[in-house]
């Protein structure tokens, strides 16, 4: 395994990073299945663990708790906040308010007393930048978080985040969780300028593209009854869905790339994973 710093923390992580969005009914419903992934991954020398309290409505943290137990040292764990978790109005964003319960309930998931890295799961228009990183500046003093960092992200407000650390002399975002495949560049038009200037680490999810990078799902194919594109609705669906007709041209794509993997003898998703 490849072990990289996290921006200018000193902190050596893993280049690859155990996602746990499956971990819970979204995916694996047991802890047995969980413990199973978690230990491969352990095993392949992965020391970074990432998930969310949104993710199976705060079942993958509950479920890293249990599996954790006993060795929670030996890990980095990850978690993010703000999507909504329930149906108040103030149980979602980057408020003080909201920022400070999601924390401590995480904690309570995890059954753990401090969070390696919390990232904010995204931006949040309605709330000050400044009052967020109040709060997390707050969390940080009290040793209920050592790191934090942002998803999803554009390059303005991470410039803008980083310039008001500066200014209120406040924690700073040391990394930047954004989504990043063959399929999907974006963040190279300026993202990535804005993270290397502010030596931020940069973690991106969706490498696979939703699943579209594994080759199972095929232009005008059934999907699986198992797969996500079946089981999953909205947005999600909709990316992967091979039915619909705004997904031609990925498909295409796909199968150009598929012709790449195999004449350099790999698998399409080794191939994609590479290209991260």
């Known amino acids: 395994m490849e072990y990289r710093v996290l921006?200018?923390?000193?902190l050596k992580v893993s280049s690859f990073v155990l996602g746990t969005g499956t971990f819970g009914f979204w995916g694996n419903?047991?802890?047995?299945?969980?413990?199973?992934?978690?230990e491969e991954a352990l095993a392949g020398g992965i020391n970074l663990i990432d998930t969310a309290d949104v993710y199976s409505s705060g079942e993958s943290e509950e479920i890293l708790g249990e599996i954790l137990k006993g060795r929670r040292q030996d890990v980095?764990?990850?978690?993010?906040?703000?999507?909504?978790?329930?149906?108040?109005?103030?149980?979602?964003?980057?408020?003080?308010?909201?920022?400070?319960?999601?924390?401590?309930?995480?904690?309570?998931?995890?059954?753990t007393d401090y969070i390696d890295l919390y990232h904010l799961h995204q931006p949040d228009l309605d709330t000050d930048i400044?009052?967020?990183?109040?709060?997390?500046?707050?969390?940080?003093?009290?040793?209920?978080?050592?790191?934090?960092?942002?998803?999803?992200?554009?390059?303005?407000?991470?410039?803008e985040a980083q310039w008001t650390s500066e200014r209120k002399n406040i924690a700073r975002f040391v990394s930047e969780q954004a989504p990043y495949s063959i399929?999907?560049?974006s963040i190279e038009f300026d993202l990535l300028a804005a993270t290397a200037?502010?030596?931020?680490?940069?973690?991106?999810?969706?490498?696979?593209?939703?699943?579209?990078?594994?080759?199972?799902?095929?232009?005008?194919?059934?999907?699986?009854?198992?797969?996500?594109?079946?089981?999953?609705?909205?947005?999600?669906?909709?990316i992967v869905d091979p039915i619909r007709e705004e997904n031609r041209t990925k498909?295409?794509?796909?199968?150009?790339?598929?012709?790449?993997?195999?004449e350099a003898g790999l698998t399409l998703p080794h191939l994609a994973m590479a290209f991260t």
């Not at 920022?99 to 998931?109: C, P, T």
């Open 7 to 10: 921006g200018r923390t000193g």
């Open 29 to 38: 419903n047991t802890e047995k299945e969980s413990a199973l992934i978690l």
């Open 76 to 111: 980095i764990l990850a978690t993010k906040g703000g999507l909504p978790m329930g149906s108040g109005q103030n149980q979602s964003g980057n408020s003080k308010f909201w920022i400070k319960r999601a924390v401590e309930d995480s904690l309570r998931r995890l059954q």
């Open 130 to 159: 400044e009052e967020t990183l109040g709060v997390l500046t707050d969390l940080v003093s009290e040793g209920k978080i050592r790191y934090i960092g942002t998803s999803n992200f554009q390059a303005w407000q991470v410039t």
């Open 183 to 185: 399929l999907n560049r």
């Open 197 to 238: 200037k502010y030596g931020m680490g940069v973690l991106v999810w969706s490498p696979l593209s939703g699943g579209l990078l594994t080759g199972k799902y095929r232009l005008g194919e059934v999907v699986s009854s198992n797969s996500r594109a079946a089981t999953f609705s909205g947005r999600l669906k909709s």
């Open 251 to 262: 498909f295409e794509v796909i199968a150009k790339l598929q012709i790449l993997a195999d």
